[in-house]
């Protein structure tokens, strides 16, 4: 993989989509940077150790280090470098906080990444529309801790405390997704600066519309191929008046996915609903001190009254019951949500101390709800006869489930069994109607499955990406088919 280019005219080879492909670039990235330190002054970075921690990956992917990291201060700054970028044939990639986990922020071609770090801003909050406008670095948490005394929230929680450009971006969604619907369904429009450095203004703040091609669609998930966002418009709902959250243990997973069925089925509503199988339970148990019975677990939360939360709850256990879980516990106490959803985070770190000095293949995903529990016990006997330690965890409310896939970075063997599993997991979705991502995305990680699953439909994303960005600097090698 080639971290830089140098002058002129570059042949690199790029993985993409677990082959190498080859590709002319002209690019004069000294004449870019010299440029771009005009312009940023100190907010510029060459250092070593920015290039590394932006070079980065959450998952398995290799330090691969950009040749210089922006820190923009507003929209403008933003139009400049890109204008800079695009007259020296300079790669640009957004960043966020980088808890990508598809590589999708990695610069694999060189070029300037551009840290959203110091866009953290409050735009503008509309109490009585119940939306609000903000810049992508602001995170999900901190927006949440600016909202805390209005009575609203911003729902999707996808476990890290992601930037909101990065998740939109992605399409993230999360343990709230049951209910609330992922980025897909809460952004209402967004500020994108294009690869020429024109500025668009995606969607409106109304509530609907029929208005055009839905442009802030097209950009939500486009993972930085089309543009960089520098501000987007969220719908925000009103904090629930009464919260009940409660964990279910059960002898066989499958029993606990067909009590979900059939949960779902009768419309009971559920703000959360979570698997965690016997192994990871193991592993927060090892990690938090916690006292799980090591059996797969559902775990589970309700939003609304003090009355229609207790009787959510009551209904919940009896459905279970029938279903065979072993007791219910639950409870409305803050402190007793948090310490339950605390261990449901931190899963994946958890995970990690099992087996110290590995890395892992993180993957995820999603099929209807009717094929999930034929999708993970298929997985689940798969991954038993691996080597490899592997436990799922998952939203079960919306057929989306991970496996965590535990390899020593120094047994290359090892990294191709983790590999072979995941691309097992999304041949297995895709025969069953699903998807090869229900919420990390694609990246450079999944696009030797996107012709399987959107067969034509894959070109058409790939002369989209070529309209808007023709000369291809906006995160390339990543999302769409490569160009010829």
């Not at 080639?2 to 190498?20: D, H, K, L, Y």
Request: charged letters at 20%.
């Amino acid at each position: 993989m080639v971290g830089c280019f140098s002058c002129g005219t570059a042949r690199i080879n790029v993985p993409f989509g677990g082959e190498e492909m080859t590709t002319k670039i002209s690019a004069d990235i000294p004449q870019a940077l010299a440029a771009l330190h005009q312009l940023l002054g100190e907010r510029l970075s060459r250092s070593k150790y920015d290039l590394d921690e932006h070079g980065r990956s959450e998952s398995y992917f290799p330090t691969t280090p950009p040749d210089a990291v922006a820190y923009p201060e507003n929209t403008q700054e933003v139009v400049e470098l890109v204008k800079i970028c695009a007259a020296h044939g300079c790669p640009v990639i957004g960043y966020g906080t980088g808890t990508s986990l598809e590589g999708h922020a990695l610069a694999v071609r060189g070029g300037l990444v551009v840290d959203f770090s110091r866009m953290r801003a409050v735009r503008d909050l509309r109490l009585d529309d119940m939306d609000v406008t903000v810049e992508p670095g602001l995170t999900r948490e901190a927006l949440n801790s600016e909202l805390c005394a209005t009575g609203l929230f911003f729902p999707v929680d996808p476990g890290a405390n992601a930037s909101l450009g990065g998740m939109a971006m992605t399409r993230a969604s999360g343990t709230t997704a049951v209910r609330y619907g992922t980025m897909r369904d809460n952004v209402m429009g967004m500020e994108v600066v294009l690869s020429d450095g024109h500025v668009i203004q995606t969607g409106s703040r109304a509530r609907k519309s029929s208005s055009g091609y839905d442009l802030t669609a097209l950009m939500v998930g486009s993972e930085g191929t089309l543009g960089l966002c520098t501000a987007l418009t969220l719908k925000l709902h009103a904090q629930p008046e009464a919260i009940a959250a409660g964990v279910a243990a059960f002898d066989k997973f499958d029993a606990a996915v067909r009590a979900v069925q059939d949960i779902i089925q009768i419309g009971l509503p559920m703000a959360r609903i979570e698997f965690i199988d016997e192994a990871t339970v193991r592993a927060v148990n090892s990690y938090s001190g916690a006292s799980f019975p090591h059996k797969p677990h559902l775990l589970v939360e309700f939003h609304g009254s003090e009355t229609a939360v207790a009787e959510q709850a009551r209904e919940f256990g009896e459905i279970i019951a029938d279903h065979g879980a072993l007791g219910f516990e639950w409870s409305a106490r803050p402190e007793d949500r948090t310490s339950l959803w605390a261990i449901r985070h931190t899963a994946y770190w958890a995970i990690l101390a099992e087996r110290p000095g590995t890395r892992a293949v993180v993957t995820d995903v999603c099929v209807p709800i009717s094929k999930l529990a034929q999708a993970v016990s298929e997985t689940q006997a798969e991954l038993a006869e691996s080597l490899l330690a592997a436990p799922i965890l998952g939203h079960v409310g919306d057929g989306n489930f991970h496996a965590i896939l535990l390899f020593d970075p120094n047994q290359p063997a090892e990294h191709e069994e983790a590999k072979r599993l995941s691309d097992s997991m999304v041949q297995r979705a895709l025969s069953l109607g699903g998807t090869a991502t229900g919420e990390h995305g694609v990246g450079m990680g999944k696009t030797n499955f996107m012709l399987n699953e959107h067969g034509n439909a894959w070109s058409v994303m790939g002369t989209l990406k070529m309209a808007l960005d023709p000369i291809g600097i906006m995160n390339p090698g990543k999302l769409v088919p490569p160009r010829n």
